[in-house]
């Protein structure tokens, strides 16, 4: 049987698309996707076959689905009753086999929010009333729990665990099986079975284009910082002259958060 065209865009004679979903232009639906009706798909969207997309789910353009996703279902948060809640997916991310994505809950604002250009390798899974950034990467079998904030261009290592309510900062790197429990300052370089600060992502911030006297006084913020108190050393340093990358941290750090900060061994 031929697939449909809809205003150049192909829908497999296999899907379903339930009444009441939003087909972007030019979007391509592959054999054996369910789509339902409070979805909306943005130009270019491409599911390739055995896609779930169910909830009040929104993927932006551009973004390409692999299969066996499970996308916009109920979050697995024993306190969910029901209640209005959504799924906000950015443009151009890839999402590949057997990822899970959950919308919010009352409990945490209602929205789940994934950012523009990710790469979420096979298995890994987004929790409720997450905000997940632009250029984030996380690496096959990366649980992510409730309640997270994961902020631009961080790298989570395979087979990692995010603890609920954890921020990640900008640019930050998690190694391979580390099991993160306290927030990640941006730039932090964390690993372990229970993760531990381990210096800067000095890989990342190259790639970013740091300069040497950028990276130098990151190094110098992070040693103040491991003498006592991350907050009250930050609250000394921030009305200090500070480079931009610098006051990034220490914006952070000062930022609304009841979890404490990975330190050095």
């Known amino acids: 049987m031929a697939e449909t065209r809809m205003a150049e865009t192909l829908i497999h004679p296999s899907a379903i698309v339930e009444p009441g979903a939003e087909i ?5 639906i592959g054999p054996f996707c369910l789509i ?11 599911l390739k076959s055995h896609v779930v997309i169910a909830g009040d789910t929104s993927v932006g353009a551009g973004t390409v689905i692999y299969p066996f996703a499970s996308i916009g279902h109920d979050p697995q948060d024993l306190k969910f009753r029901g209640e209005d809640n959504r799924l906000e997916i950015g443009a151009r991310n890839r999402i590949r086999e057997y990822v899970t994505m ?9 929205v789940t929010s994934i950012g523009d250009d990710g790469l979420f390798m096979a298995n890994c899974h987004v929790a409720h009333d997450c905000r997940i950034g632009n250029h984030v990467v996380l690496v096959n079998s990366v649980a992510v729990a409730g309640h997270c904030v994961v902020e631009d261009e961080v790298i989570v290592g395979g087979l990692s665990g995010i603890h609920q309510f954890v921020r990640l900062g ?20 964390v690993q372990g079975p229970r993760a531990h600060l381990d210096g800067l992502n000095l890989v990342g911030l190259k790639r970013r284009g740091a300069s040497r006297a950028e990276i130098a006084e990151l190094r110098a913020t992070l040693s103040r910082l491991h003498d006592g108190s991350f907050r009250a050393r930050a609250r000394e340093m921030a009305g200090a002259e500070n480079g931009a990358m610098v006051q990034e941290m220490l914006d952070f750090i000062l930022g609304p958060s009841d979890r404490s900060f990975l330190k050095p061994l």
């Open 24 to 28: 972007g232009q030019g979007a391509r």
């Open 102 to 110: 959950q919308p919010g809950t009352e409990g945490g604002g209602g």
């Open 170 to 189: 900008r640019g930050a790197m998690i190694g391979a099986l580390s099991m993160v429990t306290a927030d990640v300052v941006p730039h932090g370089l």
């Open 36 to 46: 339902g009706s409070g979805v909306r798909l943005g130009d270019g969207v491409e």
